[in-house]
T-cell receptor, first 115, second 111 residues
Framework: KAGVTQTPRYLIKTRGQQVTLSCSPI?????VSWYQQTPGQGLQFLFE???????NKGNFPGRFSGRQFSNSRSEMNVSTLELGDSALYLC??????????????FGPGTRLLVL | KQEVTQIPAALSVPEGENLVLNCSFT??????LQWFRQDPGKGLTSLLL???SQREQTSGRLNASLDKSSGRSTLYIAASQPGDSATYLC??????????WGAGTKLIIKP
């Protein structure tokens, strides 16, 4: 069974631009969560989607948004990029809403550098 | 506000030793506690998940305990191997169904 895939793996953008990251969950998984990892703040929860609906949202500004498609693939978008958005963005999938009964499976991440 | 702390931040031990990694959290209202490992340039791999009603979980050479009342968890690694070298992260699922993460313990096992 293929794992969680994320594209692209690396991305360089400049301040003010916007970016879209993609995540394909493990086949059959309906829940997708997004996390941001930085050296200063560590891992932080962004949001979770389940069956195309945003189920939960972390404490991030509205510049960060996401969506989930009917095939459970998910995208996250960051508009008006800031230098502080440079981070590793991790996507995780699970069968049921995240982490309550079983763990999540993580992708390799997309490393975003904002110049 | 839930806060998760991991001590030590880094640990280097010779191969074959048993070791303990520590995790503490400030709010005992959690649904579960999870331990992950992260290898450089890679995503996270789940190691163990302990539900709030459980006291411990075991997987191979790994054993994780949970004391919810004192806000503590330990990850015990027996007979460490160089392949165990990684960053180990602890996370708790809080009352808002969000995973709150510790900063991690970077473990180096010397051959």
């Amino acid at each position: 069974k293929a794992g969680v895939t994320q594209t692209p793996r690396y991305l360089i953008k400049t301040r003010g631009q916007q970016v879209t990251l993609s995540c394909s969950p493990i086949s059959g998984h309906r829940s997708v969560s997004w996390y941001q990892q930085t050296p200063g703040q560590g891992l932080q929860f962004l949001f979770e989607y389940f069956s195309e609906t945003q189920r939960n949202k972390g404490n991030f500004p509205g510049r960060f948004s996401g969506r989930q498609f009917s095939n459970s693939r998910s995208e996250m978008n960051v508009s008006t990029l800031e230098l502080g958005d440079s981070a590793l963005y991790l996507c995780a999938s699970s069968l049921v809403p995240s982490g309550l009964e079983e763990t999540q499976y993580f992708g390799p991440g997309t490393r975003l550098l904002v110049l | 506000k839930q806060e998760v702390t991991q001590i030590p931040a880094a640990l280097s031990v010779p191969e074959g030793e048993n070791l303990v990694l520590n995790c503490s959290f400030t709010d005992s209202a959690i649904y579960n506690l999870q331990w992950f490992r992260q290898d450089p340039g890679k995503g996270l791999t789940s190691l163990l998940l302990i539900q709030s009603s459980q006291r411990e979980q075991t997987s191979g050479r790994l054993n994780a305990s949970l004391d919810k009342s004192s806000g503590r968890s330990t990850l015990y690694i027996a007979a460490s191997q160089p392949g165990d070298s990684a960053t180990y992260l602890c996370a708790v699922m809080d009352s808002n169904y969000q995973l709150i993460w510790g900063a991690g313990t970077k473990l180096i096992i010397k051959p």
